[in-house]
């Protein structure tokens, strides 16, 4: 950057989709095989065509991930369906800093954001175009896309967060969202 220099932006936002230009964006899809054993019904999951996608996340990582004090901004895209009844969804994370806190806003479509503390009791928020959800720390956050449009929703967290999957995958939420009777319904995992 030169000193007293006017110049454009690294980064541009289409405003109507969310959809990142720019440098350095990074792309990542998620696949129906990539997410064996996120669903509760795996066979289901197992008999589906391997590489149906899922969903997909740009993001923009300006600084190394693990800096202290940067920040994240992502877009993701689920695309309608469901996996038995379960509607499709992201994986879901705690933040591997537990404490590191995120931002969510809805753009496109209806979806569901499922909350998991550490006592594994589980809540969710509606999100739609123009929804703002705050995310506190060692809080597990996944979304579920509950229409038949893909679900478009952006984010931002600090570049020190870190994602934990490892947890969710052994341990789950404690609660699932089901399409019940045509209704988003949260429903207890039986152990
Ligand atoms: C988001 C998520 C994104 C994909 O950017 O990473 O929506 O979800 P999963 O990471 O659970 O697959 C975020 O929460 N970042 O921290
Ligand atoms: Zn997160």
Redesign the pocket.
Known sequence: MKKLSISNPGFEIDLQNGFLSGQKVRS?E?LIRDLKLFFGDENARAAMPQNELI?E?Q?IQPVDEGTVGGL?F?R?IIHPGRVGSEYFM????F?KKSN?G?Y?WGLKGEGMLILMDRNHHVWAEKMYPGSLHY?PGHIA???ANISDEPLI?E?C?PSD?G?D?DR?LYEGFSARLMEIDDMPRLVPEKN
């Open positions: 990542v998620r969903y996340v993001s994240f992502g993701t992201t994986k879901g994370h933040h590191r995120e969510y995310i956050h996944r979304i929703f984010a967290w967060a994602h999957y969710i």
